[in-house]
T-cell receptor, first 113, second 112 residues
Framework: SQKIEQNSEALNIQEGKTATLTCNYT??????LQWYRQDPGRGPVFLLL?????KEKRKERLKVTFDTTLKQSLFHITASQPADSATYLC????????????FGKGTHLIIQP | GAGVSQTPSNKVTEKGKYVELRCDPI?????LYWYRQSLGQGPEFLIY????????DSGLPNDRFFAVRPEGSVSTLKIQRTERGDSAVYLC??????????FGSGTRLTVV
């Protein structure tokens, strides 16, 4: 069955450094992949979508890559700030003809001042 | 409205009772999704509406769960004979294009 894996451990990064989060998927080939940010007690907020024919997508300090050979997406935050602390969720489409997204468990990112 | 609104924000109910959770999506968004999120997990897909019809209900865990969207805007998720295992945050999302969902803040359901 389709599986999404994200770093289950919290990621601690020093302010100003680049944070890199990993999303690996197995047993299918999504046509695109979305990344969301979730703060405690809130719903996820859409950040970026990257398609299978795009190697890289950027938005301000955010960069996403999509390697269909490695079956992996990397999410980078450059010049990280304490306000970037949150849980980041990777979400490819469900696949198999199903609608909706399949979310990973998320990576809890902590930016330390 | 400006965002996706979910009510109530919190609901505590006794085991065996019936509950209704409401979602008011962004005006003009034809796609509406319900997800369920347990602590430490990502959101889990329940059901997807395109307009008034349930286009995909494959994520509903059993027949105690049902959702409607009679006029293509507001949706209600209904849970019968609630069980303690139903306790979770129920998230609603809407989308115009099917990409980049806008989520509500969720309803935290606690079954005691």
């Amino acid at each position: 069955s389709q599986k999404i894996e994200q770093n289950s451990e919290a990621l601690n990064i020093q302010e100003g450094k680049t944070a890199t989060l990993t999303c690996n998927y197995t047993n299918y080939s999504p046509a695109y992949l979305q990344w969301y940010r979730q703060d405690p007690g809130r719903g996820p907020v859409f950040l970026l979508l990257i398609r299978e024919n795009e190697k890289e997508k950027r938005k301000e300090r955010l960069k996403v890559t999509f390697d269909t050979t490695l079956k992996q997406s990397l999410f980078h935050i450059t010049a990280s700030q304490p306000a970037d602390s949150a849980t980041y969720l990777c979400a490819p489409p469900a696949g198999g003809g199903a609608d909706g997204l399949t979310f990973g468990k998320g990576t809890h990112l902590i930016i330390q001042p | 409205g400006a965002g996706v609104s979910q009510t109530p924000s919190n609901k505590v109910t006794e085991k065996g009772k019936y509950v209704e959770l409401r979602c008011d999506p962004i005006s003009g968004h034809t796609a509406l999704y319900w997800y369920r999120q347990s602590l430490g997990q990502g959101p889990e897909f329940l059901i997807y509406f395109q307009g008034t019809g349930a286009a995909d209900d494959s994520g509903l865990p059993n027949d105690r769960f049902f959702a409607v969207r009679p006029e293509g805007s507001v949706s209600t998720l209904k849970i019968q004979r609630t069980e303690r295992g139903d306790s979770a945050v129920y998230l609603c999302a809407s989308s115009k294009t099917g990409y980049g969902y806008t989520f509500g803040s969720g309803t935290r359901l606690t079954v005691v």
